[in-house]
């Protein structure tokens, strides 16, 4: 619940991180808040890793690289989906009986990831970079 406190912590930032959302923000702070708890296990950081890198990707195709078994890898992909980083979807394969599932990032997935944890590992880069004395 966002207020109307003018008075500030430290420069632009309000005394109640709510009031960073728009007025009429999609979610709330704690549905943000939720979105990066999830992605800091280890193995969902992995699984929206590659979705976001590799698109679209059916239980099979993720169980394989990350090593997993079947009930691990859709524990944390319901996690991903409850939070809205991930969507299921369903659809039947030309010539195939039934329906298969498929998981993609969502938009808050990609952004989660890519202006999240990627960006702090790219800024560690930079930074080792411009105080790396050994290039001296």
Do not use: C, W
């Amino acid at each position: 619940m966002a207020t109307d406190q003018t008075r500030t912590v430290s420069g632009d930032a309000p005394d109640d991180p709510a009031d960073l959302l728009p007025e009429e923000s999609v979610l709330s702070l704690e549905e943000y808040l939720d979105m990066h708890a999830a992605v800091g296990h280890r193995t969902r950081y992995e699984i929206l890793y590659r979705l976001v890198h590799s698109g679209e990707m059916s239980p099979k195709e993720l169980e394989e690289p990350l090593d997993i078994d079947d009930s691990t890898l859709h524990y944390h992909l319901n996690k991903l989906v409850d939070v809205g980083l991930v969507e299921k979807r369903q659809r039947t394969e030309r010539g195939q009986d039934g329906l298969y599932t498929y998981y993609r990032a969502t938009v808050f997935g990609e952004v989660t990831l890519t202006d999240g944890v990627d960006e702090l590992i790219r800024g560690e880069r930079a930074f080792e970079e411009m105080y790396d004395s050994s290039t001296d």
